[in-house]
Structure formats: C-alpha cells, structure tokens
C-alpha cells in the first residue's frame, strides 16, 4: 500500500498553515495527497428542504467548499504536486468526518490545522483538531 497524506482544510487561516505543510511534507516523501473539507450539509439533514426553498444557501455552501479545494490544489500545483485527490464530505460530526474519510481511504497520516485556542475555549467549544487526534487510527500532525 502506498504511503497517503490527507490534509483537511476549510480556508480558514490556520488550515492554509496545514495545506502549506502538507504539501512541503508529501513533496518530500513523494506522496499522493489529498484536502478533504468537511461541510455542514448532508444528504438526509434537516438541511434537505432548503434545497427546494432556497437555492442560494445551497449554492453558496457549494461555492465555498469548490473555492477552499480549489485554493489549497494551488498551493499544490505551485510546489509541482501531481498526486493531488479532491474530496468533500457533508457532516455535522466534522472530527469524525475526516478520520472517517481517512480510515476509508486506506491514509496513514492526518494534518489539521489548530486556532491555538485557550484551554478554556477548548472546553467550552471543543476543537477539531483534538478530536481527530483522540479519534484518529493513525499519526496526526496539527499545524498551529
């Protein structure tokens, strides 16, 4: 089986510090890699009847999750990555998701960005990043 790097990304800040280390990490092991966004809408969600009253929330959901895959396959093509996957998943369980996805897709290797939020807020709102870590098969590296 070959060595595969997934890195999941929302466009925020701290995941285009994880897409920036993916990148430089399967660039040098010579890896594929894939950017995975996990996005709030799933088939089946209360979420299906927006879809026939209101098209554009539908669309900008769409949009968004196109325009972050899109943003973080460039930072790849840029450092001459040619084993780039696309993927986006619809969740609420965004954490589960991505090791979901990951354990799925036979990937050995998990990066995550984290906002470095205060033990307080970690406890309060949780953090991704923790979660992937604690549900995680494999390593996870978590880009601050």
């Avoid at 990148?23 to 950017?35: E, G, M, Q, S, Y």
């Avoid at 009253?53 to 196109?66: E, F, K, L, P, R």
């Avoid at 986006?88 to 954490?95: E, L, R, T």
Wanted: hydrophobic fraction near 45%; include cysteine; glycine fraction near 6%.
């Amino acid at each position: 089986m070959d060595k595969k790097v997934l890195c999941a990304t929302d466009g925020s800040h701290a995941s285009m510090k994880a897409v920036a280390y993916s990148v430089d990490l399967a660039h040098r092991l010579k890896i594929p890699l894939t950017f995975l966004v996990v996005h709030p809408v799933e088939e089946g969600s209360v979420m299906d009847p927006v879809r026939s009253w209101d098209g554009n929330i539908m669309d900008a959901v769409d949009w968004q999750v196109h325009k972050d895959l899109v943003d973080a396959q460039s930072v790849a093509k840029k450092a001459g990555l040619t084993q780039i996957t696309l993927a986006a998943v619809g969740s609420h369980n965004i954490p589960e998701a991505i090791v979901k996805y990951a354990s799925a897709h036979e990937i050995e290797h998990i990066v995550v960005g984290s906002t470095g939020r205060s033990e307080v807020a970690k406890l309060l709102l949780g953090s991704v990043a923790s979660r992937v870590v604690s549900l995680a098969h494999c390593p996870v590296t978590v880009v601050r």
